[in-house]
């Protein structure tokens, strides 16, 4: 069996064991970081591989597990001229976040945890229930209370058990994180661990062979908890130093300008965010994050690419997710937040870009009233 990195603390340099459970920092409560800088392989060895995201071995920190669902491998069309979509919704559980689930159902299985716990109202407690489901592993969802009945039959379909947390988003949250500190408990936290990281950095690898070896100029992300746009810079990092490509894109992150703490951490010029300020209601639900854990890596990583922060408003939502169905694209309200950018912001404008399609527009409908 091929051995574990090691894991350690960003913000103080803390080590954990690579075996441990520990969800996060024991010094200073925050996020993890796995010890881990593969070389990815050449483009044209990745011929006649595996047509799913473990085509990217050398790149994950795990072997391609028995509870792959053929994720990944999601095909790119253009939009306009300059700007192209590379479908996401188009996953076993029509989100990209089963790109990270799958690594932490992976994970769970190495390491044999009593029961795993998950906390999510939306894409991410849906894909965990349905990796879990797969790979046989006990799998309890913290959602809050008011979760669309929708999205509570689909996680209950898989077979995880739900627990209603009355409150907010935060309040499921921090009722979760106290379950993860029992014993045997795996939190399989999209956030906290940084194997989602590693998953959902194949959305870059992909592009990178697509568009044969090389990446557009900007990569436009959306930001909430930062999963997504963490997991591009790894993957940008990992080619340019391997020498697969000769310049970096800039990395663009968009957020719902009703709820936009990195956004206003950036214009003013902040190396993290600021006071936390309620949630409001958004059609971008999924990235409405009042708190994000990572918001100091998430900050130096768009600093670093040379990218900046954006923001939509409703309206701007609203019209590209009915721009995209004209064009045949049915996308969740979250996920058209990078296509409203695209299309309309004079910053974005004569590069060439790639957007995410995140999720599937049957998971939310049309944005008719935010909420
Ligand atoms: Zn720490």
Redesign the pocket.
Known sequence: MTALPDRY?P??G?RIAADSLAWC?P??R?PLDLDYAPTPAGLKSLAGRVGSLWRYAECLPLPRPDCTLGEGRTPVVPLSATVSAKLDFLMPTLSFKDRGAVLLAALATRLRPDRVIADSSGNAGTALAAYCARARLPCTVYVPEGTSPKKLEQIGAHGARLEVIAGDREAAATAARAAADEPGVFYASHVYNPYFLHGTKTYVHELWEDLGGRLPEVLVVPVGNGTLLLGAALAVRELHSAGLIDRRPALHAVQAAAVAPLAEAWRAGAEDIGPVLPAVPTFAEGIAIPNPPRARQILRAVRESGGAFHTVTEDQIRHAQLDLASQGLYVESTGVACWAAARELPALQGRTSVVPLCGAGLKTGLATHPG
């Open positions: 603390c913000a103080d803390t920092c010094v200073c925050g």
